[in-house]
């Protein structure tokens, strides 16, 4: 079974930073790509950004572009999202996942990121 484990959510201001961190297990992680997630409230979960398996391909929202940076440690069993510049409109539960999710079979519990004055 698939386990997700996301951290390094939290409070911060506009303008500040945050590194997130997900660690992966029950699949062959280096064959996968892996995506961030994020839902805000009262909103439909969105993908963030992508990363092939590899990864030597990557992909971003237009409304993160230029702020954020997804990576990976094959090694590690782990994919990071590093967010510069947040923004309010930052503000949702993050969730790593395969891309599509659908190969995963499963969500992780996400973490919260609180971006406010």
């Known amino acids: 079974q698939v386990q997700l484990v996301e951290s390094g959510g939290g409070l911060v201001q506009p303008g500040g930073s945050l590194r997130l961190s997900c660690v992966a297990s029950?699949?062959?992680?280096?064959?996968?790509?892996m995506s961030w997630y994020r839902q805000a409230p009262g909103k439909e979960r969105e993908l963030v950004a992508g990363?092939?398996?590899?990864?030597?391909?990557?992909n971003y929202a237009d409304s993160v572009k230029g702020r954020f940076t997804i990576s990976r440690d094959n090694a590690k069993n782990t994919v990071y999202l590093q967010m510069n510049s947040l923004k309010p409109e930052d503000t949702a539960v993050y969730y790593c996942?395969?891309?599509?999710?659908?190969?995963?079979?499963?969500w992780g519990q996400g973490t919260r990121v609180t971006v406010s004055s």
């Open positions: 996942n395969t891309n599509p999710p659908s190969l995963s079979g499963s």
């Open positions: 029950g699949l062959t992680f280096r064959l996968y790509a």
């Open positions: 990363i092939s398996s590899a990864g030597g391909s990557i």
